[in-house]
């Protein structure tokens, strides 16, 4: 089983790389570019079988450790 | 006065620290390393600068789970003074013993210089001994302390009298260009509910003897040292 763990910056965080990847895409033409945000990407390998159980399992490892809720929003997928 | 100065794989300038605490200031300092599951009887605790684990998901991230953290935890809970510089400071904030966190600098730089910084209340063991017109000359060396917080928590720290240090030019004003890292309002330095855990950005102990060029890090240990004084003799009393 797979899960993949997406972490954002929250809306309200300065995202000062995602600001500078939107101006470099501005600069090369690309237009309607209204916002960029660079977060995380997690691919986790899980050797449950139970997938509800590895969900919460993760959604609790998301909470307090993968993510900084103070800072972050973090997306689950368990496939 | 028995310090102890947590070693993290990646801390640095945690011989730094051990060397003002006891060489300067005449203390008893020790390095501990964070597999240990306790502070053998320290009285106050430094958690220093550094990488810790390479800085690797977020500053502090997984430091904060070293089993020496529980130990630190329990230290605060009970009073203790714990002061948190650079990497310490993330540290603190991702055990949530301090709120807020510390973000990518604004200018996505790594900013190594000196800066001023205000101390903007005494009433802290951390600067109770800061001068009250006292402008404090100490370098920063970090890519990630821009300082971050809901617009509550904000709130709060400024009601309480929680921000200890905020980033100033030479006349002690707090504009955009003395902020080197985009802090929200100029926020270097800010202590507990309890105040007695306080954590900063900028390295005191890197400009605690005239030699290197500044001295003025040394008040923060001397305000400490001088409330763990008082401490004591409350708790003897």
């Given amino acids: 089983m797979k899960a993949r763990i997406i972490i954002t910056p929250k809306r309200a965080v300065l995202d000062p790389q995602g600001k500078t990847v939107q101006n470099a895409l501005e600069h090369m033409g690309y237009s309607g570019i209204q916002a960029v945000h660079v977060g995380k990407y997690l691919e986790v390998e899980l050797a449950a079988t139970d997938r509800e159980a590895a969900r919460k399992q993760l959604d609790d490892a998301c909470h307090k450790f993968l993510s900084n809720p103070v800072i972050e929003d973090y997306k689950l997928e368990v496939e | 006065m028995n310090f102890v100065v947590l070693q993290f794989p990646a801390s640095n300038c945690d011989q730094d620290a051990v060397h003002v605490l006891q060489n300067v200031l005449g203390h008893s300092a020790r390095l501990l390393w964070h597999k240990e599951t306790s502070l053998g009887g320290a009285d106050a605790v430094v958690i220093p600068g550094g990488f810790s684990y390479g800085d690797y998901l977020r500053t502090g991230a997984i430091a904060r789970f070293s089993p020496v953290m529980q130990a630190v935890q329990q230290f605060a809970a009970n009073g203790g003074p714990v ?143 001088d409330s763990m004084a008082e401490r004591a003799t409350a708790k003897a009393a």
């Fill in chain 2, 83 to 225: 002061l948190g510089i650079c990497n310490g400071f993330q540290i603190l904030c991702e055990a949530g013993l301090l709120p807020g966190a510390l973000i990518r600098n604004r200018s996505l730089q790594f900013r190594c210089e000196h800066v001023y910084l205000k101390t903007v209340t005494r009433n802290s063991p951390f600067t109770r001994k800061i001068g009250d017109s006292k402008l404090l000359r100490v370098p920063i060396a970090h890519g990630e302390g821009c300082y971050f917080a809901d617009a509550d928590t904000l709130q709060r720290l400024n009601a309480e009298d929680r921000v200890l240090w905020r980033y100033v030019n030479a006349q002690g004003e707090p504009t955009e260009i003395s902020n080197p890292n985009g802090s929200l309002e100029n926020i270097a330095g800010i202590c507990s509910e309890a105040r007695n855990v306080a954590g900063l950005m900028p390295h005191p102990e890197r400009a605690s003897e005239p030699l290197l060029g500044s001295a003025d890090g040394r008040m923060i240990f001397e305000s400490l040292v």
